[in-house]
């Protein structure tokens, strides 16, 4: 199995075979599981000192935290993997 990796910012890249979710940090729930991820060693912070702008959610359910806006993380998913699953237009509002 060949493992694709995605740039999420700074040079810091994810196996994109392990990415379950995509979404900003803005909401009460993603708050939440960000709080929870820090206090039990499973939160990975890809920011580089920078505002958090994208929630990473893998299926080990490792929480990792991006610079980059969620829309560029998946566009650069999208380009490594082609347009298997997802559809142009989600997530724009």
């Not at 995509?22 to 990975?44: C, F, H, M, N, Q």
């Amino acid at each position: 199995m060949e493992i694709r990796l995605v740039n999420i910012g700074f040079g810091n890249m994810v196996a994109a075979q392990r990415i379950v979710a995509i979404v900003s940090p803005e909401s009460a729930p993603i708050k939440r599981i960000i709080t929870e991820a820090r206090g039990d060693g499973s939160l990975i912070d890809a920011t580089c000192g920078r505002r958090t702008r994208a929630v990473l959610i893998t299926d080990s359910e490792h929480i990792i935290l991006s610079a980059v806006q969620p829309e560029t993380v998946a566009n650069r998913l999208l380009a490594r993997s082609g347009s298997e699953g997802l559809g142009e237009d989600e997530g724009e509002s």
